[in-house]
C-alpha cells in the first residue's frame, strides 16, 4: 500500500477513518472510537479471564492432563483465522461486483488478511507445541496440518500482491481475486479431518456436539468470544492504518505537485524557456 | 517451562506485540499527515485551531 501513482492525485480522498474527519461529525467519530477502544478492553479482559481460568482454574484432563490448557486458546485462534479469511474473502467479493464497488472494501479484505496471516501463524506454532507431547513431533504432514500451513503461504502471497504497485483500482481488483482464489483451501482445510481420518482430532465443539463440558466448555466458549473480540479490535485498527496510508499517498503526491508547481513558476520568472530541473528535496519522489 | 506455558506465551507476546505495532504505525501516520497537511500552501493546518488539519485532531 505504499507505491505512489499518478493516479492517487486524482482519487477522492478519504477522510480520516476512524478520526472525526469534519467539524460536524465529531459526535459519530468520537462514538464510534469509544466503541473500538470498549471492544478493544473488552477483548483483553477476556483473554486475561481466558488465560486465569484456563492455566489455574480448570482441572487437568483424564486423557490429556495439564495439555487440555491449550486447547482454551488453540481452537478460538484457528477459528478467528477462519473468519478472518471469509471477512476477506467477503470484502473481496463486495469490491469485484460492480454495484458495491468500492475501495473500502479492498481495504477492509487486507486488514482482515493480515490478522487472518497473524492468528495462522500463531494456530500452527500452538498445534505444534500441543503436537510434541501429543504426537511426539512438532509437526507431521497430516492433512489439517499440511492445509493450514498452504493457507499462511497462499495468504502470505495474497499480502505480496498486495503491495505489488499499480493503480489503486488495478491493484484492488487483483487482489480480490487472489483473496477469493486463496480461500478455495479454507473449507478443505476445515473439512480435512472429516475427508482423510489422520493423525489430528476432530473438532472439541461443533455446531451440534460438544466433547467437552462444565468450566472446560465455558472457558474455551470465553476463548472463543475474547479472540473474536480481539480480532475486531485489530482488524479495525489495520483498516484505519490503511485509509491513513491511502490518505497519506494522496497528500504526499499533492504537496510534491503543489512544489514542483511553485518551483516551475518561480523558474518562469528568471529562466529562459525549457523544461525545469526536478530539485531533490525528497518530500515527493517516493 | 511446559509446552503449554510456552504455548500461552508466544500466542500472547505475539498478539501484543502486532497490536503495539498497528498502535504506534497509526500515530506515527497521523502525525506524518498532520506535517504535510501543515506544509501543504494555503492548507487547512494553516488555520489556527486545525492542528492535524483536515484529519482534525481525532480519536487515535
Known sequence: MSSTTANAVAAPVPAAPGGAGRAGHQPRGAWRGRLVAATGGAALLGIAATVWLGLWVTPPDVYMGNLVRLLYIHPPIAWVMYLAFGLAMLSSLGYLWPRTRDLRFDRLAGAAAEVGVVFTGLTLVTGSLWGRPTWGTYWTWDPLLTTTALLFVLYLGYLALRRVPGEPEARARRAAIGAVVAFVDVPICYFSVYWWRSLHQLPSVTAGKSYIHGSMAWTMLLGFVSFTLAFVWLVVRRYRLAGLAQAEEADGLALALAERRAEGEADAVGRPPGPAPLVEHGVGLR | ?60
Open chain 2, 1 to 60: 517451562m511446559t509446552y503449554v506455558d510456552a504455548g500461552y506465551v508466544v500466542a500472547l507476546v505475539a498478539l501484543a506485540v502486532y497490536a503495539l505495532s498497528l498502535v504506534g504505525r497509526e500515530r506515527a501516520a497521523r502525525r506524518r499527515l498532520g506535517g504535510q497537511a501543515a506544509h501543504r500552501p494555503g492548507g487547512p493546518a494553516a488555520r489556527p485551531g486545525r492542528p492535524g488539519g483536515r484529519l482534525g485532531g481525532g480519536s487515535r
